[in-house]
């Protein structure tokens, strides 16, 4: 896309004139009112367990500088080759939709002085993100994360608190079959002399592999362990592995790390292979996934980027957080009955008598409480009928001769005197003061 070209917004004529259906975008989908109830206990558990660790809400930018994700999640990955949604705006600068949530918010830590406060600086954020991947079961081009960042620290108790955090979310949020696998990636420096020697043992074996691996053996060679096909995993499993060698302040933070959260309980394997798809990480990385989601089974993952902040113009600072995919720990877990709405009083009325049905509903919800109302014309008999699929505690019926309170609970008619004021007054002398 251009910032020069203007999409074209003439309404796109069918065959026989007819104007054709607009669908939401492939990989997007709607958040509609089920789901949206489910997001909503995401977000308020996340808050229920971060917050009280000392994490604090935090949300970026939509788009940011093409740049920040250049060099802050790395040229040679996929999200960055392949997968971000990048276009020039009308000034002429290149911009992306987030991929991610790690690089804006080391960029706002930046931006905002957040060096100066008390270290770490703890952060979650929950968030759309974008990335141009092929839509599949669980794997969207618009998706959503809840995600913490944990600044300012390399202490390994940071990075077991948080991994013991997200633990605590999948587990209260009631994912199923969730299984954590921790490794260590090392510092930049052990990793490079690593990476040498797995390229070596990728050349020597480069007939064995996939043409995609072969390719990519300069770029990015610990991405072949990620690989499925038979031959590349024949190859790897002879392959040196970087956890063996780690050494001094890498191995020792390590074990630390593992020590605490088996202190806390947290159950984990290592897994000497594990890679994360993006580039910042040094040190702890982990993923969290569920046998119940099949072909995407990461429910989230994470690790320490102490280099990242750096990278994007920062003073060097250590750091670690995670993302959780809601879509799919939504997935993950058992369909909770689905929890309706409370509705205090339903107002019906006769002809003529709307404003007064109007002015009870403004008072009611004025004391809290939840009042709705006829609002599509049915007769009588049909607004009883809906107002009893809303479940009301109350209705009241205004007719031209009086007004009547229905309890739906005893049966019982209340005949109500004194207009709106009388109605919301019977309805708070029933089920008290509002608290809506
Ligand atoms: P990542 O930032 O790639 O480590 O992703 C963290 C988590 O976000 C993954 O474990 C998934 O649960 C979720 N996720 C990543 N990409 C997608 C996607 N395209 N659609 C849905 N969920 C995703």
């Known amino acids: 896309m251009s910032g020069s070209r203007r999409p074209d917004i003439r309404p796109e004529g069918g065959p ?21 109830a489910a997001f909503a206990v995401v977000e308020a558990t996340a808050r229920r367990i971060l917050e009280p660790a000392g994490f604090q809400r935090i949300e970026t930018p939509t788009f940011e500088a093409t740049d920040l994700f250049a060099r802050g999640v790395g040229e040679a990955t996929d999200i960055v080759q392949k ?20 690089a804006p918010v080391c960029r706002a830590y930046v931006e905002h002085g957040m060096q100066k406060l008390p270290q770490p600086v703890k952060l979650w954020y929950l968030s759309s993100f974008y990335r141009y991947e092929k839509p599949q079961a669980g794997r969207f081009r618009q998706f959503w994360q809840v995600g913490v960042e944990a600044i300012g620290s390399a202490d390994p108790a940071v990075d077991a608190e ?16 969730v299984r954590l696998r921790i490794g260590s990636l090392g510092t930049p420096q052990t990793r490079a002399e690593y990476r040498e020697r797995l390229q070596a043992h990728l050349r020597d074996n480069v007939d064995r592999l996939s043409a995609e691996v072969a390719a990519r053996i ?55 292979t594990l890679v994360r798809g993006l580039d910042y990480y040094a040190r702890t990385v982990f993923e969290f996934s569920s046998d119940v989601l099949g072909a995407q089974s990461a429910l989230g993952g994470g690790g320490r980027y102490d280099g990242l902040v750096e990278l994007i113009g920062g003073p060097p600072t250590p750091g670690v957080g995670w993302a959780s995919g809601i879509e799919r720990m939504l997935l993950a877990r058992d369909t909770p009955a689905a929890v309706a709405t409370e509705v205090d009083l339903f107002v019906v009325f006769d002809d003529g008598l709307r404003q007064d049905a109007f002015t009870i509903v403004a008072r009611a919800r004025q004391a809290g409480r939840a009042a709705q109302m006829e609002l599509a014309g049915r007769s009588i008999k049909g607004q009883l009928k809906h107002a009893s699929r809303t479940g009301a505690r109350f209705v009241a019926v205004l007719r031209q001769d009086g007004t009547v309170l229905q309890d739906t609970e005893t049966n019982d008619e209340i005949p109500v005197e004194g207009g709106a004021d009388g109605v919301v007054a019977a309805v708070l002398r029933h089920m008290g003061p509002g608290s809506l």
């Open 162 to 177: 948080a991994i013991a955090l997200q633990d605590a979310l999948l587990r209260e949020l009631g994912a199923r079959e």
């Open 83 to 102: 997968e971000m949604y990048t276009f020039d705006d009308a000034g002429g600068r290149s911009i992306t939709l987030r991929p991610e949530g790690t």
């Open 16 to 36: 026989a004139g007819q104007i054709q259906k607009i669908q939401a975008p492939r990989g997007t989908q709607d958040v509609l009112p089920e789901a949206a």
């Open 218 to 272: 300069e770029l990015n060679p610990l991405r072949a362990f990620d690989a499925d096909d038979a031959g590349t995993r024949e190859v790897m499993a002879t392959a040196p592995l970087l956890l063996d060698s780690l050494a001094g302040e890498d191995r020792e933070h390590f074990d630390e790390v593992c020590a605490l959260l088996d202190a806390a309980d947290v159950a984990y394997a290592i897994d000497p």
